[in-house]
């Protein structure tokens, strides 16, 4: 981001059609606050704009030194949502993901958001994530993570970040039961 006379300069991804491509996109928001980080790391920037796409952005940058540590260790993802996807009764937008991620975080502390078209391991390219920031050595791991927090299947899962190879053998589902 790029503070500019009292604003702040975000790159939004923005997708082009029905496609899983995005190019980033320039979005001018109000100035940040900066906040500090839970995990006990370096002041982030959080914007108060009042664009949730800007918002997501800013967190998703804010959270990036986390996030990038966790490429190559298990861990859980509570959330994927995209502007227009339809899942659990709701049409989600990016208020409705920002509000998803915020209450996620409030709940678990070290929850971060990434945008899924920066790792080779998604199959789309165009989500906001919520993952848990406490890498952990094995897939079974992470799923036992979001068994003793009481997600069912389809709210958290096993992930392996990674900025190569592909999606095979980087998640592993848990079963319904």
């Not at 991804?13 to 900066?34: E, I, K």
Request: charged content about 15%.
């Amino acid at each position: 981001m790029l503070a500019v006379s009292g604003a702040v300069l975000a790159v939004v991804h923005a997708s082009s059609g029905g496609g899983s491509t995005s190019a980033p996109v320039a979005v001018a928001a109000p100035a940040a606050d900066a906040v500090a980080d839970p995990s006990g790391g370096a002041t982030a920037s959080v914007p108060v704009a009042s664009d949730p796409a800007a918002q997501l952005q800013a967190r998703s940058t804010a959270d990036s030194a986390v996030v990038e540590g966790l490429v190559g260790s298990w861990i859980p993802q509570l959330s994927s949502k995209r502007p227009g996807l339809v899942a659990d009764g709701q049409t989600y937008d990016n208020a409705s993901i920002l509000a998803e991620h915020q209450a996620l975080r409030a709940a678990h502390g070290d929850a971060r958001l990434l945008w899924t078209g920066d790792f080779a391991n998604y199959r789309g390219h165009d989500f906001w994530a919520t993952v848990v920031g406490d890498p952990m050595p094995t897939a079974a791991a992470a799923n036992a993570w979001c068994d003793s927090q009481g997600f069912d299947a389809d709210h958290c899962y096993a992930v392996r970040l990674t900025h190569s190879g592909g999606p095979e053998g980087n998640s592993v589902q848990r079963p319904h039961r």
